[in-house]
């Protein structure tokens, strides 16, 4: 396979990582600190924003992780060894990253509960499932092709022990 063809999906996953170091460094710092400024009378809801931001750095570390094995996996397919336990290996690491982040997002949501009530925004909470909802599906999706890209290994290497 040429090196070239995984070539977008490589800077797809660098413009990814970008965006999600820029959120880190500009935008919750400064959302971190309107929290404050907009509910000066309200301590829950300021305590339970300052969790919910110390979840996502924290949320962070995961994420990168599983953007590196992504990069570890298009490196595999470039060197046309995708058929290879090292990709099973990083499919399982991503499996396991968009679960934690998605339990660490789920384990935030009860934490948008004074929020919701205060501004009676009731929508709140369902956003907030929906966004810890989508690294578990990333999840169940690495877990699929994990559990595929095994069978092929075993029927490839079934093949190659019969001719």
Sequence with gaps: MKK?????LKLAIIVIG?????????????????VSEEYPNHATIVYAFHLIFIG???????????????????????KNTAFSDAS???LRNIK???LAVGLIYLAGVPLLFPFA????????????????CAPIVVSVFAAVLERLLKS????KSENDLTV
């Design 56 to 78: 996502m750095y924290i949320s962070a570390i995961p994420f990168y992780f599983g953007l590196y094995q992504g990069l570890k996996l298009l490196s595999f397919i470039d």
């Design 4 to 8: 070239g063809s995984t070539l977008i």
């Design 117 to 132: 009530d205060a501004d009676d925004a009731p929508g709140v909470l369902p956003i907030g499932f929906a966004i810890a």
């Design 18 to 34: 970008l965006l999600v170091l820029a959120l880190c460094i500009f935008a919750l710092p400064s959302a971190w600190n309107g």
């Design 96 to 98: 396991f990253c968009a």
């Design 88 to 90: 099973v290996k990083a």
């Design 152 to 155: 092929a290994i075993e029927m």
